[in-house]
């Protein structure tokens, strides 16, 4: 595709169960992130992958979180045990490289009851 | 020396009005600076970009300013509109080590009154 997809969109689940958030980013781009964006809050850094370097883990909130991206494309989110608070609009975005324009996924809105 | 410090963390303008918002950073080795725009409901997106060797950069109504030595930047929108109304970011990123990923400041949300 030409932009960066999410799926799903939308997501809804109960607290205690596992979930797995998508990223299919732009084809050629090294460079992904995952954001947390609660509402009208601003964007919590998770994760970030580049290229074949070990991924700077340093903004997942618990080790409940963990991501992975196969072949240095598609990645996953997961979230063990979901809690009330996980609540939030999860972001992917994808750039060429570490220091150029990111392009942004639509997000998915998790909503954990 | 990571953060991105923006500011005001709310604003609201006159339509027509001039919209400023202002962002400050620590690492000298960040050397792209970019802004982005969200509109509620969308992921954000990029409005306009600055690289440290200019001072200024201008598309259309808006203009980011950059103070190398003040380590700071700002994003001017003239002629504010409604439809400007959304959340603002800015960010920082260098080449290489620690800064080598998007740095995003913590947002401003922009009100534009008809």
Partial sequence: GAGVSQSPSNKVTEKGKDVELRCDPISGH????????????????????QGNSAPDKSGLPSDRFSAERTGGSVSTLTIQRTQQEDSAVYLCASSLNG????FFGQGTRLTVV | QQQVKQSP??????KGGISIINCAYENTAFDYFPWYQQFPGKGPALLIAIRPDV???????FTISFNKSAKQFSLHIMDSQPGDSATYFCAASGYGGATNKLIFGTGTLLAVQP
């Fill in chain 2, 9 to 14: 963390q709310s604003l609201i303008v006159q």
């Fill in chain 1, 30 to 49: 090294t460079a992904l992130y995952w954001y947390r964006q609660s509402l009208g809050q601003g964007l919590e850094f998770l994760i970030y992958f």
């Fill in chain 2, 55 to 61: 001072s200024e950069k201008k598309e259309g109504r």
């Fill in chain 1, 99 to 102: 220091f150029t324009e990111a």
